[in-house]
């Protein structure tokens, strides 16, 4: 088996059902007992005295995937905490909480992708390992045959998810500014965990006061019988307005399988999710301190620019890939710029005031208690985004690289389109692009109304295009001209593109 087909980012995931499935209790052992060492030598411990923590969210091939990875890390010397169903910013939190403190984690989770796949996520005390340690992993993995080494360090089940619910509870009330044991009556809340493993927060809605009638989908089922768990996903979000709208709720609130992304529903049904979801975050944190810098993914829109401008603060537009946001959030920082937020359209959000960690259980926390004194004034969440711009229309297309060196023919087109923008007298090159290329429009008479943005992607070889327009039938203009540029354009299918303009 070829070992690295299992790396994804800085994630190990792959099939973890059925006959052939590459991810096996096999491989996760193996995983376990190379992580243990990895972090014996990383905090400069013997290995019989580190300690891992290990929790799953809901999926079928979970529970024997965590058996399996704890028996590693067993059977390398170090001890186990079996944290069970957990979620993956809790078992970051684990590593900072006192009485838990274990030196690294693992969380077992493949997101939002179907029942049939699986992964494991590493956590040190820095944050979630890179890539590049990862491959370190699984490397010293493919060397190992843990089947006949007996069991040395402990294997101890102690959940973690009460003690994390409490934290959340406790930043609601401080955020309410009350001790109050019931701080959010009068508040009504759906909650859709998806069968996930973020079921556990309508509980904590409702021993806080909140009504949670309405809430669904709230038992983890590895089958996820009812719709993908995924913020993203149309079919969830209708899912989740549906349900506000039925039961007259002040708010829904959805999360993905493991409750590092969520969205939002309003009063009134409509999805705050995308730009919606960063333009409500950002309005929350610059109203409490203006001035400060909110830094999202490339693909934000124009409109969001000026809103975030008008609540005072300054938005830096960056690379897609949550931990390209979240790393450069934290390095300006470092360099004096305040950034309180790292936020991408899929609903990965981390704040300063958290870590910077990736939690999309304590986003809507932090969205919850505002929710909260809005309706003690007769407002809404929703009234905090009346002034965001939309676009009118909106269009993604993904166009195959076909040359063998995918990255250098990608190159290759974006510099193609950059040259021509230079030389043309109605593309405008994005000042503070900082992905691929980004180019504004001047549709109908009007001025910066339309853009696309044109990039490579991370892992693939695909062109990933967004194009907006605030003009009806401006993403065809966009379009058109773009196919005029790369028309004859080698290595690149662009099937897509042609379908695109046909259809807009």
Known sequence: MDWMKLKSGSDVRGVAVGENAPLTEHVAMCLGMAFARYVAKHVGKPVTQVTIAIGRDSRISGPALLHAAAEGVSKAGASVLDFGMCTTPAM??????????????????????????????????????????????????????????????????????????????????????????????????????????????????????????????????????????????????????????????????????????????????????????????????????????????????????????????????????????????????KEGISCPLAIETSGHAALRENHFLDDGMYLVTVLIVRAMKLKQEGKTLGSLIADLKEPVESREIRLNITADDFRDAGKVVIQRVLDYANAAENWHIAPDNREGVRISFDLDGGMDNGWFLLRLSVHDPVLPLNVESDVPGGVRQMLESLLKVLNDAEGIDLTPLKKAVEEA
């Open 92 to 333: 970051y939190m684990c590593i900072i909480t006192p009485g838990f403190q274990p030196d690294g984690s693992i969380m077992i989770t493949a997101s939002h992708h179907p029942y049939d796949k699986n992964g494991l996520k590493f956590f040190l005390a820095e944050g979630g390992v890179e890539g590049d340690v990862v491959e370190e992993l699984l490397k010293t993995a493919s060397t190992l045959e843990p089947e006949d080494t007996p069991l040395a360090g402990t294997i101890v089940k102690k959940p973690f998810l009460p003690t994390y619910k409490e934290q959340l509870a406790d930043r609601i009330r401080r955020g309410l500014g009350t001790d109050v044991p019931k701080p959010l009556l009068g508040l009504h809340v759906v909650v859709d965990a998806g069968n996930g493993a973020g079921g556990f927060y309508a509980q904590l809605m409702e021993e806080l006061g909140a009504w949670i009638e309405g809430s669904q989908f709230l038992e983890p089922d590895g089958m996820f019988p009812n719709h993908i768990p995924n913020p993203e996903n149309e079919a969830a979000m209708a899912s989740i307005s549906a349900a506000v709208k039925r039961v007259g709720a002040d708010l829904g609130v959805i999360f993905d399988t493991d409750c590092d992304r969520a969205a939002v529903v309003d009063a009134n049904g409509r999805e705050i999710n995308r730009n919606r979801l960063i333009a409500l975050i950002s309005a929350i944190l610059l109203d409490e301190k203006p001035g400060e810098t909110i830094v999202t993914d490339s693909v934000t829109s124009s409109g969001l620019k000026k809103f975030i401008n008008d609540w005072g603060g300054e938005h830096y537009r960056y690379k897609r890939g949550y931990r390209n946001v979240i790393d450069e959030a934290i390095r300006l920082n």
